[in-house]
């Protein structure tokens, strides 16, 4: 930050200087300054007078003619630019309050029983003044901000991070059990055919005391 920038940051606007500083830089006079944007001599006599005020486009039109530019300025100097235009909008095209925070709407607070039947909005706002700004500008609108296509992508993930978990348990035991570290599981004794399921499933009680087709490998008591 320069030493003149240092002097000045607390002091108030100088439009009267300003106007003087455009003039001087475009070389021009009043009545010349005042030609080249459509405005008055006595406009713009009476801001480097400080009797009066201009309008910002006003004073950003006579900066253009000398070359010069109005800009927002911190503390450090650094040159702050304006909110971009192409930022997220509700659903009537109105920008979202400059002051707020814009968030998606499907993040926690738009699922109240009142809202139950209302369709849900693809962005909502709220105000946090104790929360720093995360963002110097409201998000711009991708098509992936519907909340439907949020939906589906959540849903997707948890499946994924499920089939995921699954993969790892499996995984785990086959370690553990290589190890030694858990008992492998019983294999069934039973090579019963499909015919004895149905004997011993079905009405005929002859069936049900030796539940087996005659030609049963198994003939066992537990199937």
């Known amino acids: 930050m320069s030493q003149a920038a240092r002097d000045h940051e607390s002091e108030e606007f100088d439009l009267s200087g300003t106007v003087r500083r455009i003039r001087r830089t475009a070389r021009l006079s009043q009545r010349e300054l ?26 950003a039109a006579l900066a253009t003619v000398a070359g010069l530019r109005l800009a927002l300025v911190d503390g450090d100097g650094t040159v702050v630019p304006p909110m971009r235009d192409v930022a997220a909008r509700d659903g009537g095209g109105r920008r979202y309050p400059a002051h707020c925070d814009v968030r998606h709407a499907d993040e926690g607070w738009w699922y109240l029983p009142h809202r139950a039947t209302r369709p849900v909005p693809w962005f909502t706002f709220d105000l946090d003044r104790s929360e720093p700004l995360t963002d110097d500008d409201h998000p711009v609108q991708v098509p992936e901000d519907d909340p439907r296509w949020r939906a589906e992508q959540r849903r997707v993930a948890s499946l994924t991070a499920w089939a995921a978990r699954q993969q790892q348990l499996r995984e785990d035991y ?4 290589a190890a030694g570290e858990v008992e492998p599981p019983v294999e069934d004794p039973c090579t019963c055919p499909p015919g004895c399921e149905e004997l011993l499933l079905g009405d005929d009680a002859a069936g049900q005391a030796d539940p087996h087709v005659p ?9």
């Open 34 to 59: 005042a030609l080249a944007v459509g405005l008055s001599k006595s406009t713009v006599a009476q801001a480097e007078a400080g009797r009066r005020g201009l309008p910002a486009d006003a004073l």
């Open 174 to 177: 086959l370690r553990r059990l």
């Open 215 to 223: 030609d049963c490998p198994c003939r066992c008591d537990i199937h």
